[in-house]
């Protein structure tokens, strides 16, 4: 029997996204952008029904592509807000064409990705819990994450979400010392 993380559950979807993608360090600045602003459409909601409309999301939001986003217009956002395919929460979509507009920004100054690992210093922060219980909602880096982002316009991303955000793309590696992608997942980090 393999031993995973208590949350990924038996889904087939959960349990292959568990073990190919959650922890593992992600230094794409696209990809970055994607992960965050589908980390808050999950505010309020359970990780699995975002991934089960992963798909629907990559389609209606061009693919994450943020420039392609940043131009959305109100009537670009009534059509998604009527859509599916994606939670229709206005609120959040809204907020995607605003952190495209941001993520731009940082992008053109720094990159997103440097900017964002500049939070656990370049490298990811290699945790070894045992059990969920352990695992922390936020830490100081997601605050400080959550509070710089917010400073250069991003919206939905509060500790919480940044911390959801950090563990999802290996900046900090939270799979459980007795989960068998712990170690893999380590290895990755040169740490």
Same mark, same amino acid.
């Given at each position: 029997? !393999?031993?995973?993380?208590?949350?990924?559950?038996?889904?087939?979807?959960?349990?292959?996204?568990?073990?190919? =993608?959650w922890g593992v360090p992600e230094y794409d600045s696209?990809?970055?952008? =994607?992960?965050?602003?589908?980390?808050?459409?999950?505010?309020?909601? %359970?990780?699995?029904?975002?991934?089960?409309?992963?798909?629907?999301?990559?389609?209606?939001?061009?693919?994450?592509?943020? $420039?392609?986003?940043?131009?959305?217009?109100?009537?670009?956002?009534?059509?998604? /807000?009527?859509?599916?395919?994606?939670?229709?929460?206005?609120?959040?979509?809204? $907020?995607? +064409?605003?952190?495209?507009? $941001?993520?731009?920004?940082?992008?053109?100054?720094?990159?997103?990705?440097?900017?964002?690992?500049?939070? !656990?210093? #370049?490298?990811?922060?290699?945790?070894?819990?045992?059990?969920?219980?352990? /695992?922390?909602?936020?830490?100081? =880096?997601?605050?400080?994450?959550?509070?710089?982002?917010?400073?250069? #316009?991003?919206?939905?991303?509060?500790? /919480?979400?940044?911390? %959801?955000?950090?563990?999802?793309?290996?900046? !900090?590696?939270?799979?459980?010392?007795?989960?068998?992608?712990?170690?893999? +997942?380590?290895?990755?980090?040169?740490?």
């Open positions: 029997m !393999v031993n995973r993380c208590g949350w990924c559950g038996t889904a087939p979807n959960y349990v292959e996204y568990h073990d190919t =993608e696209r990809a970055l952008w =994607e992960k965050l602003i589908l980390d808050g459409f999950q505010a309020g909601l %359970a990780w699995i029904t975002i991934l089960n409309k992963r798909d629907g999301f990559r389609e209606v939001f061009e693919g994450f592509d943020p $420039a392609a986003i940043a131009r959305w217009t109100p009537a670009r956002i009534d059509d998604a /807000v009527q859509d599916a395919r994606i939670i229709r929460h206005r609120g959040k979509i809204e $907020a995607t +064409v605003t952190n495209a507009r $941001a993520w731009q920004q940082i992008e053109a100054a720094e990159g997103f990705s440097p900017f964002i690992w500049s939070f !656990v210093g #370049g490298a990811p922060i290699q945790n070894g819990f045992t059990e969920l219980a352990q /695992v922390p909602a936020k830490t100081p =880096e997601a605050e400080a994450m959550s509070k710089a982002l917010k400073k250069r #316009g991003f919206k939905f991303c509060g500790p /919480v979400i940044c911390y %959801a955000f950090m563990q999802a793309c290996g900046l !900090v590696n939270d799979h459980l010392t007795s989960c068998h992608r712990h170690a893999p +997942v380590r290895a990755l980090s040169g740490r």
